[in-house]
């Protein structure tokens, strides 16, 4: 049986000379069971997955100020969500969805100040989107995405809050899938580090060689476990 939860807001108080415990500050009035989380770079707002239900939306985006949380938009994509990520500006969300015969599996919306959704793109990707990394390049609004798909792993995406094109294609091995959650870019916006859901090459490096072209720059050594996350400092 699957227990149901809200959303719980943390925050850090800090007491002189070190971090006190976690606290929670703000819980979300949806009753649902949340998949994945993330909080915008701007306008204090919060989008979070649910499971699939008939006649509800799967995607919550949440305006947190001080002493409330609204939910301000819903979006219903009667599909799994595998991943969520917010643009570092103009509010943009790219949401991973589960690979489905009848349904394009990456969403892009683009919701406003003021909370209200200005538009969505569905993309077809032919595979489930499993992981979704936004270019820390902010006059680029491109993402990096990885899929299902074993011929064609990773996809270099743009959108413009309207419309949306696939720039490149990247297939690293014909036996790999990305894991979910399990990209980063290095702050610079130039490089890349992927996770595989293998043992051979678990950590793979790529870097920006020309325009919106990327190739191979170093790889892991063959290890015993299989990373389900990786981030960049």
């Not at 305006?63 to 994509?77: A, H, K, L, Y």
């Not at 894991?179 to 920006?208: C, H």
């Amino acid at each position: 049986m699957i227990t149901k939860h809200t959303i719980t807001l943390c925050a850090f108080l800090l007491t002189s000379p070190v971090w006190a415990t976690l606290q929670p500050i703000m819980t979300s009035s949806v009753n649902e069971v949340f998949t994945s989380v993330d909080w915008s770079f701007q306008h204090n707002m919060i989008a979070a997955s649910t499971f699939p239900k008939t006649g509800s939306d799967e995607i919550h985006v949440f305006r947190w100020q001080t002493n409330s949380m609204t939910e301000i938009v819903g979006i219903e994509t009667s599909e799994v969500v595998n991943a969520i990520a917010w643009s570092y500006a103009n509010n943009y969300l790219a949401v991973g969805l589960r690979s489905s015969i009848s349904a394009n599996e990456l969403l892009l919306a683009h919701v406003n100040t003021n909370g209200v959704l200005l538009a969505t793109n569905r993309v077809e990707i032919g595979a489930g989107v499993r992981s979704i990394a936004w270019r820390p390049i902010v006059s680029m609004e491109q993402m990096i995405i990885g899929t299902d798909d074993v011929s064609s792993e990773l996809r270099l995406v743009s959108f413009n809050g309207t419309t949306s094109s696939i720039l490149t294609t990247i297939n690293h091995s014909s036996a790999l899938q990305v894991n979910s959650n399990a990209i980063a870019w290095r702050p610079n916006g130039k490089q890349f580090a992927v996770a595989f859901d293998d043992t051979s090459e678990p950590v793979v490096l790529y870097t920006n060689s020309t325009s919106n072209t990327f190739v191979l720059y170093n790889t892991t050594n063959r290890t015993s476990y299989i990373p389900t996350s990786v981030g960049w400092s």
